[in-house]
């Protein structure tokens, strides 16, 4: 339980950091929050998982996103993947 949340704060520090980030457009950084906001719900760890990768996945597949921010949503999405 204590990795879960300390995996749980590592992913919300790198979405922190992805949405601080001025290059990256502002509709990413909405949705950004919205996935932040998810995390830090009191539900059960599955249905925070379920609902920020489908949000991240949607924003990773868009075509005007930079390539490095892509890569920054597939290593968040990669330390998601470790609680299914």
């Given at each position: 339980m204590a990795e879960q949340i300390i995996e749980v704060?590592?992913?919300?520090?790198?979405?922190?950091?992805l949405q601080e980030d001025s290059t990256v457009?502002?509709?990413v950084r909405a949705k950004v929050q919205v996935v932040?906001?998810?995390m830090k719900e009191e539900t059960e760890?599955?249905?925070k998982?379920?609902?920020?990768l489908s949000?991240?996945?949607?924003?990773?597949?868009?075509v005007n996103l930079q390539s490095y921010?892509?890569?920054q949503l597939?290593?968040?999405i990669s330390m998601l993947e470790k609680f299914n």
């Open positions: 704060d590592a992913i919300i520090h790198n979405l922190n950091e457009p502002r509709n932040i906001t998810a760890i599955q249905i998982v379920s609902r920020a949000e991240l996945d949607e924003l990773a597949n868009d921010t892509r890569t597939w290593n968040i």
